[in-house]
């Protein structure tokens, strides 16, 4: 750990572990937070921003949509971005403000899924675990969805 805090900030959180595992995949992730707090992870936690473009966003939630739970705002927020963009995946990835009002990511993800016909993931991150584990989180959700099992009949080493 002592090597990974020297390269990414430690304002690092769960949330930007996902954003940065998914983020030469072609997908489209959605920070659930509200607008701003996730700055960070463009202004200090993503060199290649500066490269390159990718589909990560903030949804922007607002104090009255997070007391009141308007699921359906953001799922067409994310339905109509991804009539534009056309990605390859669309992720759903939470923040302590999320987290706290038990938004259910799996859900809303299946949703999104139902409706756009584009293959969503939901990431229960908190902002209180660290990167790695978020990165993780990602990489474990993208093999479970797209990474088809072997048949079991090769032994270890065989190809």
Known sequence: MKQTARIISTYSADVMGVCSALFELGGMVVMHDASGCNSTYTTHDEPRWFDMDSMIYISGLSEMEAIMGDDEKLIGDIEEAAADLHPKFIAL??????AMTGFDYEAVAAVIEQRTGIPALGFSTTGMNTYIHGASM??????????????????????
């Open 93 to 98: 990835a939470g923040s302590p403000v999320s």
């Open 138 to 159: 990602a990489l474990a959700g993208i093999a479970r969805r797209f990474v088809e099992s072997g048949s079991g009949d090769r032994s270890p080493g065989q190809h």
